[in-house]
């Protein structure tokens, strides 16, 4: 049963504010609230973005065109949002990982809550094939799903330790990472499970792409490498050039790139589809805490600046010009 909560919105004129350095290949936004740790961040349909706020327990919407952020407080002050995704009934899902539910907000703020029966850790969401919200529980190691009425199914029991975290949809199944075991999950609609271990063991995957070739790209963060898993399994990773990057967030854009965040050495960087290719680039302010990285329709990219409370857009234009190529390393 959800429990429906009133709208609810804080509101601010947070318009962008350009960084400095990188001759403008960065641009800042900042919500109302400080310290509010955005997380996962998606595109709606209303020309803005999306976004958790785990800090301090709101979703955040940014408008793409004035800049404006707009904040809507959850009823639990720990819920610890984290993973947010479009669904099929038009409102946006998010998993409370701390608070132990789902949630359900609409373009309008209209709120809603369905409170999981354990401690169960949701943490990323995506929309399934069958219309259905599919969620991680990273406490209980298990792949569950939503219906847009609000009801949860149970459906992959996994190892215990497993971890799972990040969800991406290829040929009508379920792909997932487990950050505690090592492995790239694949589940089917009907519950057939399927897992495989990553070239390097204990690799830590996280976050998970899809490419426009089929192939599907992964951070593994304890090996210091994307992982791509070909359409034929075949699983390929290739290091990034900077040590203990702490790799969190990556995706794929429609022209085959691949931005990923470096959340201890403050960078993004960006990945040809052949692997052959891994430039990076330094953000000009230190400690801000990388973690999803994004690409709108229209080509934007954005990411999340988790320890330093902000959304960053880059400009990959600008980042591989010549004017900036003192600060890309190779």
Known sequence: MGIDQPVGIATTAAVAQPSSGLDGSFRVYRPPTDASGPYIIVEGPDDALWFCQSQTSAIGRLDLQSGQITEFKLSNPRAFPVGI????????????QSGDAIGRITLEGKLAEFPLPDRSGPTG??????????????????????TP???V?????????????????RDDEIWF??????TIGRLGLDGTLREYRTPSPASAPRALTCHPDGSIWAVLTDANALLR?????EMTEYPVPSQAASLRGIVATTAG???????????????????????????????????????????RLFFSAFDAGEIWEAFPSRLVSADAASSVLV
């Open 177 to 182: 990472s487990e950050v505690g075991s090592g």
């Open 85 to 96: 995704t479009l669904g099929s009934d038009g409102a946006f899902w998010f998993a409370e």
């Open 149 to 151: 009425s609000g009801n």
């Open 229 to 233: 898993i070909g359409r034929d399994g």
């Open 257 to 299: 790139d691949l931005w990923f965040t470096e959340n201890a050495t403050n960078r993004i960087g960006c990945a040809s589809a052949d692997g052959a290719t891994v430039m990076e680039f330094a953000l000009p302010s230190a400690g801000r805490g990388l973690r999803c990285i994004m690409a709108t329709a229209s080509g």
């Open 125 to 146: 969401l995506i929309l399934g094939p069958d219309g259905n919200v599919w969620f991680s529980e990273v406490e209980a190691g298990r792949i569950s799903y939503i």
């Open 153 to 169: 199914v149970r459906v992959g029991e996994l190892e215990a330790g497993s971890r799972p975290l990040s969800l991406v949809v």
